[in-house]
């Protein structure tokens, strides 16, 4: 069952039916039960078909690359900053794949229904079966990852954990180190307020959920992993520097 997944979900065709159906039940969640404000896709239209990174903080597990789906497709019809009519639900971007945790993934029927989507499932670091035990490397996890950058996007999350302030993953660093990707750092808030940490259920109605894409980093490649790796942190604004200068990055760790 699981090869044939693997084989499905590279199918553009049934990616494009996967975002369709998944798109048409998460978008009013997105624009009529919540307010959704996108920032910065005008950094998006001009990018490379392939080797495109997007590293973001994570609040949610699935409700995150739900919105990333919506605004890529969005994007696609030419809408800046926008969602608008999901009228781009029926020719959807289907060029992009995910990081998500293999735990989070053979969950439930419907994030086996999203894997199909792309989900590259990789084993977290520091969780197994809702435990936090701290695994090493898999060198097969940045292979996948390095396969569907030759061919397309990529969105991860460093961290691997929707704890905010969580330290990163060293992997995000060598897959940046060693491919080369044009690196688009991703804010997002709003949404651990909006959604139960799933996202699949909601928490709060009438929340203001913010997506804010970064210009690409400006990457010295020859540098040290921990140096690219603390770059990331800045710019997805999850290190130190920034752990105690909003309100909201207070109430959230409190929330966590």
Not at 76 to 97: A, C, D, H, Q, S
Not at 210 to 218: D, I, T
Request: aromatic residues 12%.
């Amino acid at each position: 069952m699981n090869k044939l997944i693997e084989k499905l979900k590279h199918i553009k065709l049934v990616k494009a039916f996967v975002y369709s159906i998944v798109g048409a039940v998460t978008y009013p969640g997105f624009v009529l039960v919540n307010k959704i404000k996108i920032q910065g896709t005008e950094h998006l239209t001009h990018l490379p078909k392939k080797n495109v990174l997007f590293v973001s903080n994570h609040q949610t597990y699935f409700a995150d690359v739900m919105a990333f789906l919506h605004i890529f497709c969005a994007v696609k019809w030419r809408k800046i900053n926008k969602l608008g009519i999901p009228f781009y639900l029926l020719n959807p971007f289907t060029n992009v794949y995910f990081v998500a945790a293999e735990e989070t993934m053979n969950g439930s029927f419907i994030s086996r229904l999203f894997k199909l989507g792309g989900a590259l499932t990789v084993k977290r670091t520091w969780r197994s079966e809702g435990k936090e035990v701290r695994r090493g490397l898999d060198p097969s996890d940045t292979r996948k990852v390095t396969s569907a950058l030759d061919s397309s996007w990529v969105i991860t999350f460093p961290q691997g954990t929707t704890k905010p302030f969580a330290p990163a993953r060293k992997g995000t660093a060598y897959i940046i180190k060693n491919n080369q990707p044009v690196v688009i750092p991703v804010v997002i808030n709003g949404f651990w307020r909006a959604f139960n940490k799933k996202g699949l259920v909601f928490k709060k109605k009438g929340s203001l959920l913010s997506v804010r894409f970064k210009e690409p980093l400006v990457i010295d490649y020859s540098r040290s992993v921990e140096d690219i790796l603390e770059q990331v942190m800045d710019a997805i604004e999850q290190s130190k520097k920034f752990m105690m200068k909003g309100k909201h990055h207070l109430i959230t760790a409190l929330d966590k």
